[in-house]
């Protein structure tokens, strides 16, 4: 297999590596931005709640309050887990679209 192009490589940048570190980016901005929200809610969870998912509109399944607290785990493991990586920087040197 022949090494690509330039030009190929500017493809490749343009349609597959900046459309992902956006991607990417917004996941991690919307994934602080809801940890950041939670306050509240972590704590009613933790608590004595009451709480049951009363979506009536048939989802596959009703949410617990485990879920959302497994949910906010998932979310701060994911947080975590970008800000460790060194090369996080480039993928944010690589966005064109501002947030």
Not at 31 to 60: C, F, I, M, Q
């Amino acid at each position: 297999m022949a090494a690509a192009t330039n030009e190929q490589i500017q493809r490749f940048v343009n349609e597959r590596f900046r459309p992902w570190a956006e991607a990417m980016r917004a996941v991690y901005l919307q994934a602080k931005d809801h940890r950041a929200s939670l306050d509240d809610v972590y704590e009613a969870l933790n608590g004595a709640n009451t709480w049951d998912d009363n979506r009536s509109d048939g989802p596959p399944h009703l949410l617990s309050d485990n879920d959302v607290l497994a949910w906010n785990t998932f979310m701060a493991n994911l947080i975590t887990f970008i800000e460790g990586q060194a090369e996080w920087s480039v993928v944010l040197k690589a966005c064109v679209r501002g947030v």
